[in-house]
């Protein structure tokens, strides 16, 4: 449970910064529309990657054990 | 409850093997997701960072470059490892 909670946290942390690199180059006084429209895209995306990472990891594992 | 009744020396051998195995399974666990943390935050960068945003979907082009990444950072970490190795042999 406890990782879990661990793992979202970090996860939030990540997608804070890469979005807010990719999204927000010039910081104005509030976020703009096309910002957060960029950011919801952006945080699907990261959410997208981490899954296809992940699955793409364990088939590696399981065809190449050594690779753990 | 008490603390100090919660010390593996009050668990039978049976339990303590559960209990051991049970946490050395936690222990893969988060090094797993430790390990796909890093591998996504790499591969982000090399195959999806640098792209224009479009859409929150993935292209097909992008899930390649995910794949090829992931694939050739363990490689170069067996690589890293085997040459290291060779080195420590002399």
Same mark, same amino acid.
């Given at each position: 449970?406890? @990782?879990?909670?661990?793992?979202?946290?970090?996860?939030?942390?990540?997608?804070?910064?890469?979005?807010?690199?990719?999204?927000?180059? &010039?910081?104005?006084?509030?976020?703009?529309?096309?910002?957060?429209?960029?950011? +919801?895209?952006?945080?699907? =995306?990261?959410?997208?990657?981490?899954? &296809?990472?992940?699955?793409?990891?364990?088939? +590696?594992?399981?065809?190449?054990?050594?690779?753990? | 409850?008490?603390?100090?009744?919660?010390?593996?020396?009050?668990?039978?051998? =049976?339990?303590?093997?559960?209990?051991?195995?049970?946490?050395?399974?936690?222990? @893969?666990?988060? =090094?797993?997701?430790?390990?796909?943390?890093?591998?996504?935050?790499?591969?982000?960068?090399?195959?999806?960072?640098?792209?224009?945003?479009?859409?929150?979907?993935?292209?097909?082009?992008?899930?390649?470059?995910?794949?090829?990444?992931?694939? +050739?950072?363990?490689?170069? @970490?067996?690589?890293?490892?085997?040459?290291?190795?060779?080195?420590?042999?002399?």
């Amino acid at each position: 449970q406890q @990782q879990n909670v661990e793992n979202a946290r970090n996860l939030i942390h990540k997608i804070n910064t890469s979005c807010f690199e990719k999204c927000v180059s &010039k910081p104005g006084s509030d976020l703009s529309q096309v910002e957060e429209k960029c950011i +919801r895209y952006c945080l699907t =995306k990261y959410l997208s990657a981490w899954n &296809k990472v992940s699955a793409i990891y364990i088939a +590696r594992i399981k065809s190449d054990p050594s690779s753990n | 409850m008490d603390p100090s009744s919660l010390s593996l020396s009050n668990f039978d051998e =049976k339990d303590k093997k559960e209990i051991q195995q049970f946490i050395q399974n936690e222990q @893969q666990k988060a =090094k797993f997701q430790e390990n796909v943390h890093s591998l996504t935050a790499i591969c982000w960068t090399r195959c999806i960072a640098g792209n224009k945003l479009t859409g929150p979907q993935i292209d097909a082009t992008e899930a390649t470059c995910l794949d090829n990444c992931v694939n +050739r950072f363990i490689d170069t @970490q067996k690589a890293v490892i085997s040459q290291v190795e060779k080195m420590g042999a002399h």
